[in-house]
């Protein structure tokens, strides 16, 4: 298997690196790799309709310290507001953790700011910064992404409206995924799906970012083409097993690099740890190969997960 494994990684790789590349920001490797993205809600003030981050005005730092906080302050000096009361918009990128095999930086070390190409490449996979707008009739349908003129983040706008003029439009949609994925896998309605609908996501594929969304299309073209059934099978249970990791529901948690999704759930944290998926998938190769039991609990067919992790979970 693990031979198979880096036969299939040399295929892969070539096409889900370049999702993933960064410069190293402590010796300048340019060819440093992105372990994780960290991800904020962007939230709509529910006092002045101002957009906040979630994780912005220090909170990130403060959090980082270990320290919680309940209340977020309006932009605007209106007061402050729990994150119950105020709308979802979309989420934005705060931090990157970088893997340098060139200096192998460690532990807290890893945190990079996004410079501007990192905004640039993020904005090319994940698209412009939008805003969820509802317009069904009741809650389960009906919502729409519509695009918005600027991030939060003053560098990450800077670089989307230099794209903007460069490719002369006036949106940049997401990256258009390479393979096959489950387009059409509808939340079904239901006390678990209401936390998701509530982000606009209908769809089981939006619990991934669109970076991970078109590794796994990547890795799930490959394992097709593995011919023998075995080994092809084997592939597939791996896959399924690390589906749930590299979802949106990979939780950022202090003093747990884990951040393991809530079982049970489909809650999506407002802080998001968007992970590396080939990163993921060699841990789970690993995981196969010590045949670790929990992992035989799933039935390791990954082309039915997006349904199958939806319907399980109701
Ligand atoms: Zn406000
Ligand atoms: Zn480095």
Not at 225 to 235: H, Q
Not at 244 to 270: C, D, E, H, Q
Request: charged share 30%; aromatic share 12%; net charge positive.
């Amino acid at each position: 298997l693990k031979g198979s494994w880096w036969k299939l990684r040399e295929k892969v790789e070539p096409e889900i690196r370049p999702l993933c590349k960064t410069r190293c920001h402590n010796g300048g490797n340019t060819d440093a790799e992105i372990a994780n993205i960290i991800l904020s809600y962007v939230l709509r003030c529910p006092r002045c309709n101002a957009e906040v981050l979630y994780a912005g005005d220090g909170s990130w730092d403060q959090m980082k310290r270990g320290e919680k906080f309940k209340k977020i302050r309006c932009p605007n000096g209106k007061g402050e507001f729990t994150k119950a009361q105020a709308d979802f918009v979309r989420v934005e990128p705060i931090e990157i953790r970088v893997d340098c095999k060139a200096c192998k930086v460690k532990g807290e070390a890893k945190a990079k700011s996004l410079d501007e190409e990192d905004w640039e490449l993020y904005i090319s996979i994940e698209g412009g910064p939008t805003k969820v707008i509802h317009e069904g009739e009741d809650e389960w349908s009906e919502y729409k992404f519509e695009p918005v003129e600027r991030f939060l983040d003053d560098l990450g706008t800077k670089v989307y409206q230099k794209m903007l003029q460069h490719w002369s439009v006036d949106y940049i949609p997401p990256k258009e995924v390479p393979y096959w994925y489950p387009k059409d896998v509808k939340f079904p309605k239901g006390y678990n799906t209401r936390q998701p609908l509530k982000r606009g996501i209908t769809y089981s594929y939006q619990m991934f970012s669109h970076r991970n969304l078109i590794a796994l299309s990547i890795l799930w073209h490959y394992i097709k083409g593995i011919e023998d059934e075995k080994l092809r099978d084997k592939m597939r249970f791996a896959f399924t097993g690390m589906l749930f990791y590299v979802s949106l529901m990979r939780r950022w948690v202090y003093s747990n690099v884990a951040g393991v999704p809530l079982k049970g759930t489909l809650f999506i944290a407002s802080v998001i740890q968007d992970v590396n998926t080939l990163e993921i998938f060699d841990f789970k190769i690993n995981q196969v190969l010590r045949g670790l039991r929990e992992l035989l609990t799933f039935k390791g067919n990954g082309s039915v997960f997006f349904a199958k992790v939806i319907s399980n979970k109701p």
